[in-house]
């Protein structure tokens, strides 16, 4: 079967930095997706890992560790539009990704 | 817009009615896949389809739904003698093909809301 774990909630502070880490077990493994969702629509993709390391794309991050089955995004200067759900989604061996939960992120003034 | 799009974008409808939904993926996409989310989880898979071809379907999928992608094109899903349980964001994505890669970054659409009284 497949298990993701993620917080459900963070809060942080404009301009600040924030870290959302999602652990996962998998059936076979081809990468791991991270979408943000706005509340009421759909997701939209941020990021793709399938090698460990860290990917920099702007103002977002993300880091892959696949012995540790452990992954998280890092925003940086953070705005308020960035309040939204982040979704971890690791890819299993049917390249069909499993969604967590989520991480409802609060960015306040 | 060349995105992903669904028909309707909501849907009301009365316990035990029949409904279904429409989906347009990106044209050049074969892959085709259904979710649905409930407030406060993340999409949930259902099914999906590469060209026409129906790969893989939830155990979770009752005997009440059914999806069809008949020309490889657009899919139609379909749940039958609907339930309050069924009140749900129906999703459909598309990606470009099934090899490993960022190719498989899915291009989600708008979704269908489902609201069964």
């Known amino acids: 079967g497949q298990n993701i774990d993620q917080p459900t909630e963070m809060t942080a502070t404009e301009g600040a930095i924030v870290q959302i880490n999602c652990t996962y077990q998998t059936s076979g493994f081809n990468g791991l997706f991270w979408y943000q969702q706005h509340a009421g629509e759909a997701p939209t993709f941020l990021s793709y890992n399938v090698l460990d390391g860290l990917e920099e794309k702007g103002r977002f991050s993300s880091f892959l560790s696949r012995s540790k089955g452990y992954s998280y995004l890092l925003l940086k200067e953070l705005q308020m539009k960035d309040s939204a759900s982040y979704l971890c989604?690791?890819?299993?061996?049917?390249?069909?990704?499993?969604f967590g939960r989520g991480t409802s992120l609060i960015v306040h003034p | 817009d060349t995105g992903v799009s669904q028909d309707p974008r909501h849907k009301i409808t009365k316990r035990g009615q029949n409904v279904t939904f429409r989906c347009d993926p990106i044209s050049e996409h074969n892959r085709l896949y259904w979710y649905r989310q409930t407030l406060g989880q993340g999409p949930e898979f259902l099914t999906y389809?590469?060209?026409?071809?129906?790969?893989?379907k939830s155990r979770l999928l009752s005997d009440r739904f059914s999806a069809e992608r008949p020309k490889g094109s657009f899919s139609t899903l379909e749940i039958q003698r609907t339930e309050q349980g069924d009140s749900a964001m129906y999703l459909c994505?598309?990606?470009?093909?099934?090899?490993?890669?960022?190719?498989?970054?899915?291009?989600f659409g708008p979704g269908t809301r489902l609201t069964v009284l």
């Open positions: 994505a598309s990606s470009p093909r099934g090899l490993a890669g960022a190719l498989n970054e899915q291009f």
């Open positions: 389809f590469q060209n026409e071809a129906q790969l893989e």
């Open positions: 989604a690791p890819l299993g061996g049917s390249y069909i990704p499993t």
